[in-house]
């Protein structure tokens, strides 16, 4: 069974989308939005949505006892091995969800777990730095133009995320 796909324009938050779609009874899917107005990372922090970068969300059911440090490192390997076959570039996990390159931010995924009709979610936001990144304040960040020389396809980069999910969904299982 492949993942649903939603595209908008601008949102709120993925994340936000994502729990609306598996309140309804959608059990799983992928958000993808052009922009994020209100994109959130860990502890409540802001994600800068910058344009041209990926801002999705991916969701599915997990089972009931399944360990959240071992979900979180699953994911920023999932992602890390998708990036890598772009950057070519050591890829480190600053624990718990950020990637870098260069010790520089290019990626932070952010996880919720939501319970709908006695069934437990996994919500993950992924934020990718493609062709810009923000200014944080010691934090440095980058983006995969920046650090390759050429500007990867959005949505070929969401249907490689989409195609690493699929293939180790029984990881959650």
């Known amino acids: ?7 908008y324009k601008k949102v709120n938050s993925t994340n936000d989308l994502a729990i609306k779609k598996i309140k309804v009874g959608i059990t799983k899917g992928i958000i993808i939005a052009d ?10 922090k802001k994600w800068l949505s910058l344009k041209g970068n990926v801002f999705m969300s991916i969701f599915f059911e997990i089972k009931e006892n399944i360990n959240i440090k071992k979900i979180t490192n699953l994911n920023c390997i999932i992602i890390k091995k998708v990036l890598f076959q772009y950057i070519k570039k050591t890829i480190t996990i600053k624990s718990p969800n950020d990637l870098l390159v260069n010790k520089k931010k290019v990626c932070g995924i952010l996880q919720e777990i939501k319970f709908n009709q006695k069934k437990k ?7 990718i730095n493609l062709v810009k990144n923000p200014v944080i304040k010691n934090y440095p960040t980058t983006n995969i133009l920046t650090e390759t020389g050429f500007k990867v396809k959005k949505y070929n980069l969401i ?3 989409e195609k690493n999910y699929t293939k180790n969904l029984k990881l959650f299982a």
């Open 159 to 161: 249907k490689n995320i």
């Open 1 to 7: 069974m492949s993942f649903k796909k939603f595209f």
């Open 35 to 44: 922009y994020q107005k209100k994109g959130r990372g860990q502890q409540g």
């Open 121 to 127: 979610f996994i919500i993950i936001g992924i934020g």
